[in-house]
Protein backbone atom coordinates (compact mmCIF):
# COMPACT_ATOMS: atom_id res chain seq x y z
CA UNK A 1 0.00 0.00 0.00
CA UNK A 2 1.04 3.59 -0.82
CA UNK A 3 1.73 6.24 1.93
CA UNK A 4 -0.61 8.62 1.44
CA UNK A 5 0.53 12.42 2.18
CA UNK A 6 -1.45 14.70 3.98
CA UNK A 7 -1.01 17.76 2.07
CA UNK A 8 -1.34 20.44 5.36
CA UNK A 9 -4.68 21.93 4.46
CA UNK A 10 -5.70 23.70 7.45
CA UNK A 11 -8.59 26.61 7.06
CA UNK A 12 -8.41 28.54 3.66
CA UNK A 13 -8.65 32.37 3.67
CA UNK A 14 -11.83 33.46 1.58
CA UNK A 15 -11.12 35.97 -0.81
CA UNK A 16 -14.67 37.41 -0.71
CA UNK A 17 -15.72 41.08 0.80
CA UNK A 18 -17.97 40.90 3.99
CA UNK A 19 -20.95 42.71 2.93
CA UNK A 20 -22.83 42.53 6.08
CA UNK A 21 -20.98 45.40 8.17
CA UNK A 22 -20.85 47.23 4.76
CA UNK A 23 -24.85 47.22 4.63
CA UNK A 24 -25.09 47.80 8.18
CA UNK A 25 -22.90 51.43 7.90
CA UNK A 26 -25.09 52.57 4.37
CA UNK A 27 -28.51 51.79 6.77
CA UNK A 28 -27.30 53.95 9.81
CA UNK A 29 -25.88 56.92 7.53
CA UNK A 30 -29.37 56.35 5.26
CA UNK A 31 -31.31 57.12 8.68
CA UNK A 32 -28.71 59.71 9.61
CA UNK A 33 -29.47 61.39 5.94
CA UNK A 34 -33.45 61.01 6.78
CA UNK A 35 -33.81 62.83 10.27
CA UNK A 36 -31.50 66.05 9.63
CA UNK A 37 -32.66 66.52 5.67
CA UNK A 38 -36.01 67.83 7.09
CA UNK A 39 -33.78 70.09 10.05
CA UNK A 40 -32.30 72.22 6.88
CA UNK A 41 -33.92 75.36 5.98
CA UNK A 42 -33.65 76.59 2.13
CA UNK A 43 -31.49 79.81 2.26
CA UNK A 44 -31.61 82.41 -0.51
CA UNK A 45 -29.18 83.64 -2.29
CA UNK A 46 -28.78 87.15 -3.59
CA UNK A 47 -27.66 87.16 -7.00
CA UNK A 48 -25.92 90.04 -9.07
CA UNK A 49 -27.43 92.29 -10.95
CA UNK A 50 -26.63 94.11 -14.24
CA UNK A 51 -27.68 97.70 -12.70
CA UNK A 52 -24.81 96.72 -9.80
CA UNK A 53 -21.93 96.78 -12.49
CA UNK A 54 -18.93 98.94 -12.48
CA UNK A 55 -19.90 101.84 -14.78
CA UNK A 56 -18.35 101.64 -18.66
CA UNK A 57 -15.12 104.58 -18.27
CA UNK A 58 -15.60 107.76 -19.86
CA UNK A 59 -12.75 108.03 -21.61
CA UNK A 60 -9.54 105.37 -22.27
CA UNK A 61 -6.21 106.48 -22.16
CA UNK A 62 -3.97 103.86 -24.04
CA UNK A 63 -0.26 103.73 -23.75
CA UNK A 64 1.59 101.50 -26.45
CA UNK A 65 5.23 100.48 -25.75
CA UNK A 66 6.55 100.17 -28.71
CA UNK A 67 9.77 97.57 -29.94
CA UNK A 68 12.44 99.85 -28.84
CA UNK A 69 10.93 101.02 -25.93
CA UNK A 70 9.47 104.23 -26.97
CA UNK A 71 6.20 105.28 -25.03
CA UNK A 72 3.20 106.92 -27.22
CA UNK A 73 0.12 107.92 -25.36
CA UNK A 74 -3.06 107.65 -27.49
CA UNK A 75 -6.24 109.51 -26.75
CA UNK A 76 -9.25 110.54 -28.66
CA UNK A 77 -7.56 109.76 -31.40
CA UNK A 78 -4.29 111.69 -31.06
CA UNK A 79 -0.91 110.32 -30.18
CA UNK A 80 1.55 111.68 -28.11
CA UNK A 81 5.04 110.61 -27.44
CA UNK A 82 6.37 110.31 -23.94
CA UNK A 83 9.91 108.96 -21.36
CA UNK A 84 9.39 106.87 -18.85
CA UNK A 85 9.67 109.54 -16.22
CA UNK A 86 7.28 111.27 -17.98
CA UNK A 87 4.34 109.08 -18.62
CA UNK A 88 2.78 109.57 -15.58
CA UNK A 89 2.57 113.79 -15.42
CA UNK A 90 0.89 113.26 -19.35
CA UNK A 91 -1.13 110.62 -18.29
CA UNK A 92 -2.16 113.19 -15.54
CA UNK A 93 -2.32 115.65 -17.72
CA UNK A 94 -4.72 113.71 -19.63
CA UNK A 95 -7.28 112.50 -17.19
CA UNK A 96 -7.82 116.01 -15.65
CA UNK A 97 -10.89 115.83 -13.53
CA UNK A 98 -12.12 112.86 -15.16
CA UNK A 99 -12.44 110.38 -12.20
CA UNK A 100 -14.27 107.53 -14.39
CA UNK A 101 -11.22 107.00 -17.44
CA UNK A 102 -9.25 104.06 -17.51
CA UNK A 103 -5.83 103.48 -18.62
CA UNK A 104 -4.48 100.73 -20.80
CA UNK A 105 -0.87 99.85 -21.24
CA UNK A 106 -0.12 97.18 -24.51
CA UNK A 107 3.41 96.41 -25.49
CA UNK A 108 4.40 94.81 -28.31
CA UNK A 109 5.45 91.13 -27.18
CA UNK A 110 9.63 91.61 -27.53
CA UNK A 111 9.54 94.50 -24.76
CA UNK A 112 11.17 93.28 -21.55
CA UNK A 113 8.13 92.91 -19.23
CA UNK A 114 10.29 94.88 -16.72
CA UNK A 115 9.33 97.92 -19.03
CA UNK A 116 5.99 97.34 -18.67
CA UNK A 117 5.84 97.18 -14.62
CA UNK A 118 7.90 100.57 -14.47
CA UNK A 119 5.69 102.48 -16.67
CA UNK A 120 2.72 100.80 -14.04
CA UNK A 121 4.34 101.42 -10.93
CA UNK A 122 5.20 105.17 -12.25
CA UNK A 123 1.22 105.38 -12.78
CA UNK A 124 0.59 103.87 -9.51
CA UNK A 125 2.49 106.45 -7.84
CA UNK A 126 1.04 108.95 -9.53
CA UNK A 127 -2.24 107.67 -7.79
CA UNK A 128 -3.87 106.52 -11.43
CA UNK A 129 -6.32 103.92 -9.79
CA UNK A 130 -7.54 102.18 -13.00
CA UNK A 131 -4.69 100.72 -14.76
CA UNK A 132 -5.48 97.93 -17.19
CA UNK A 133 -3.31 95.30 -19.65
CA UNK A 134 -3.92 94.85 -23.39
CA UNK A 135 -4.43 91.27 -23.60
CA UNK A 136 -4.47 90.07 -27.92
CA UNK A 137 -4.53 86.98 -29.16
CA UNK A 138 -2.09 85.31 -31.29
CA UNK A 139 -2.63 85.07 -34.76
Given at each position: ?P???????G????????????????????????????M????????????????Q?D??I???I???????L?????T?????????????????D???????I??????????V???????QR???????L??????
Open positions: MAVSSRGRRRTIAEINMVPFIDVMLVLLIIFMVTAPITPSVVDLPSVGKAAKPKVQIVQKDERLEVSDGKDSATLPSVAASVKRLVGEQNTAVVSADRTVKYETVQVMDSLAGIARVGSVQLAP
